[in-house]
């Protein structure tokens, strides 16, 4: 069975622009949770959509935003980027509780 | 919302020795306690995880005991090998699915 799937892998923006991030779930997996890593803060959630909806939100600014497809594939964009939205973004999914973590998208903004 | 409390925030062992990281929760409410294993630039790997209606489980080295009356959690690596050295992480979820992560341990063993 595959795993956890984001792309891209690194992703290099400059302050101002946006990006968006995809993620890929394990098959059969409805939950799609995402996550902010940096050395000083560890892992930060972002949110969680099921089942096309989000739900639950962490304490992140309106720039951050979401949403999950049919197939339960989810992206996850950020609008106007700032210096401090460096940082390696995981998405992970789940079944019932298990999560399992994606191998992460690295953005840089510079 | 829940906060997850993570010791030591680093921690250096000999080959062979034992290593104890703990967590702390807050929301009396949460079920699921899982534990990750994080090497240097790969991805955050389950490797033990516990419910709330289990006070201890094993897994060959590792094992993880929950005191739910205090709210705290604990990993035991015994045995420790060189590869067992990686960034830590317990984790909290609560009854909405949120799962909460401590600010993480790096374990060193020292062969």
């Known amino acids: 069975k595959a795993g956890v799937t984001q792309t891209p892998r690194y992703l290099i923006k400059t302050r101002g622009q946006q990006v968006t991030l995809s993620c890929s779930p394990i098959?059969?997996?409805?939950?799609v949770s995402w996550y902010q890593q940096t050395p000083g803060q560890g892992l930060q959630f972002l949110f969680e959509?099921?089942?096309?909806?989000?739900?639950n939100k962490g304490n992140f600014p309106g720039r951050f935003s979401g949403r999950q497809f049919s197939n339960s594939r989810s992206e996850m964009n950020v609008s106007t980027l700032e210096l401090g939205d460096s940082a390696l973004y995981l998405c992970?999914?789940?079944?019932?509780?298990?999560?399992?973590f994606g191998q992460g998208t690295r953005l840089t903004v510079v | 919302g829940e906060n997850v409390e993570q010791h030591p925030s680093t921690l250096s062992v000999q080959e062979g020795d034992s290593a104890v990281i703990k967590c702390t929760y807050s929301?009396?409410?949460?079920?699921?306690f899982p534990w990750y294993k994080q090497e240097l630039g790969k991805r955050p790997q389950l490797i033990i995880d516990?419910?709330?209606?289990?006070g201890e489980k094993k897994d060959q080295r590792i094992a993880v005991t929950l005191n739910k009356t205090a709210k705290h959690f604990s990993l035991h690596i015994t045995e420790t090998q060189p590869e067992d050295s990686a960034v830590y992480f317990c984790?909290?979820?609560?009854?909405?699915?949120?799962?909460?992560f401590g600010g993480g341990t790096r374990l060193m063993v020292k062969p």
């Open positions: 984790a909290a979820q609560n009854a909405g699915n949120m799962l909460t």
């Open positions: 992970a999914s789940s079944l019932e509780q298990e999560a399992f």
């Open positions: 516990i419910r709330s209606n289990v």
């Open positions: 929301d009396s409410a949460s079920n699921y």
């Open positions: 098959s059969g997996h409805r939950s």
């Open positions: 959509y099921f089942s096309e909806t989000q739900r």
